[in-house]
């Protein structure tokens, strides 16, 4: 299993554009979410997903979109990206909402937005 | 308001000795505490968790301590060792929030040879 996979490691924007991270799970997992981790704030929890079709919103959802298709993929949007959002974010799974204690981290994805 | 909170942002320590990384805790609605470690450019991973209803949980080198009276956890790392070092994050779930993980802002383990 690959486990969560996350594109691109890195990226940058100019204010005001758009893009979408990518993350992708193989462990047929119906709970999926995105943080962001930024330094002395710990990771807050952007969106999340209890599984295809249902979606909510964290801590900080403001500037985010998501969506969830598929039980595999949980793509998070950036309409108009703001330096604000320069971030590390991490996408992470688990078995359901009733385990989502424990939950399995992709690698991240660097944001710079200049 | 942050529900989940850990004041230490580093802490070193000696090769062989203990490490105490500590968290404290608003909301007694949380059922279960957990942390988390990340090493730098990687994801974090689980380590260990403790039920609301326990006061202790240990596996291996690591033991994790609950006081609900205190609102308060610990975890305890005996020996320590220098592939221990890291940034540890103190988490807690309820689950009637939806299943969302509370984090604390991290504590940088440095454990020194």
């Known amino acids: 299993n690959a486990g969560v996979t996350q594109t691109p490691k890195f990226q940058v924007l100019k204010t005001g554009q758009s893009m979408t991270l990518q993350c992708a799970q193989d462990m047929n997992h119906e709970y999926m979410s995105w943080y962001r981790q930024d330094p002395g704030m710990g990771l807050r929890l952007i969106h999340y997903s209890v599984g295809a079709g249902i979606t909510d919103q964290g801590e900080v959802p403001n500037g985010y979109n998501v969506s969830r298709s598929t039980t595999e993929d949980f793509p998070l949007r950036l309409l108009s990206a703001a330096p604000s959002q320069t971030s590390v974010y991490f996408c992470?799974?688990?078995?359901?909402?009733?385990?989502?204690?424990?939950?399995?981290f992709g690698p991240g994805t660097r944001l710079t937005v200049t | 308001d942050q529900q989940v909170k850990q004041n230490s942002p580093s802490l070193s320590v000696q090769e062989g000795r203990i490490s105490i990384l500590n968290c404290d805790y608003t909301?007694?609605?949380?059922?279960?505490f957990l942390w988390y470690k990340k090493y730098p450019a990687e994801g974090p991973t689980f380590l260990i968790s403790i039920s609301s209803i326990k006061d202790k949980n240990e596996d291996g080198r690591f033991t994790v301590f609950l006081n609900k009276s205190a609102k308060h956890l610990s975890l305890h790392i005996v020996p320590s060792q220098p592939g221990d070092s890291a940034v540890y994050f103190c988490a807690a779930w309820a689950y009637n929030q939806g299943g969302k993980l509370i984090f604390g802002q991290g504590t940088e383990l440095s454990v020194k040879p």
């Open positions: 909301n007694s609605m949380f059922d279960y």
């Open positions: 992470a799974s688990s078995y359901s909402s009733w385990s989502s204690y424990e939950q399995y």
